[in-house]
């Protein structure tokens, strides 16, 4: 298993961490199969979506918040529910196709850490699947 | 691959299954690599979420019950579309790193088999990814 | 890796690849184990849900509607911003145990591929897990 960590700067946040999945392929050695991508924490989750154009994870953002309201109502006592629920919405953990020691990728597709109760320094956790 | 089952008792439950699933990677005899949890319904899910603190996943719950209301409107002539949406939401499919016979979870993360139209006995199925 | 096309008629529609993904299986000779299904796209997803009554992808259909309305408002300039959130709350990457060279999936679970943003020539892409 390969991790790396992630430094966020604000309470919901989109990362694009393909290139560091990228350098965990490299660093397990896999050439061929399908990598492993892990979230070990309960108010973030890792999600595929368009890398080119910033308003994509702007609008998945904004279209979460208004899925799922930070203000609630909510009986958990720390008052991050909305994270924990955003969470389980996009996932902890993601399956990529590996070829030529390369993500598979389609043209569009960024692999992102989506942070919903920062900023915090989060993990990702890389495996041979 | 090994398989266990769940009974519910509400129509929508979380079920905390991290024990029953360190139980299968133990009866699989995997020391390294990825696990795979599957749950073979469509009004059912699993994802990862706290274990601590039970108002998460009642929050959640809860969530889920605002996104989608039970009561519709509705095509489907079982009336319960609503499980079937939460269902796809959650997801069927989910990889664990595990490592030295253990999962590796975050400290926060449980395993949960989220049921949205119980009560009903839910089977789980786990295997090498 | 084996690929197969998917041809889509409306702007979202949800697509019945259980019997592709098969053919995918014993293209790839995968007797035992897991298969991950992973879809290169960023508006269009994959997810498993029941096969028998059309009603029930039509009612799922209605709800991620309700919940991601198209009109938005948001900032991405295409204006697909929608398909690009439902996508993500589907995912683009799921697996499914293998057993004896045939998908082990429960008696009402069929795989979808979810467009929306169609019509449109879609990708599916299998491997062993």
Known sequence: MHAFRVTTERRTQFVDITSRVQGAVESLGLREGV???FVPHTTAGVTI?????PGVVADL???LERMVPWAGPWRHG???S???VKA???GA???VPVEGGRLR???WQAIYLCEFDGPRTREVWVSKA
Chains 1, 2, 3 share one sequence.
């Open 61 to 63: 953002d904004a279209a």
């Open 82 to 84: 909305a994270a924990h």
């Open 35 to 37: 990598v492993h991508v």
């Open 78 to 80: 720390e008052g991050n």
């Open 88 to 90: 389980s919405l996009m």
């Open 49 to 53: 979506n368009e890398g080119a154009d």
């Open 93 to 95: 953990s993601l399956c």
């Open 105 to 107: 990728l389609g043209v």
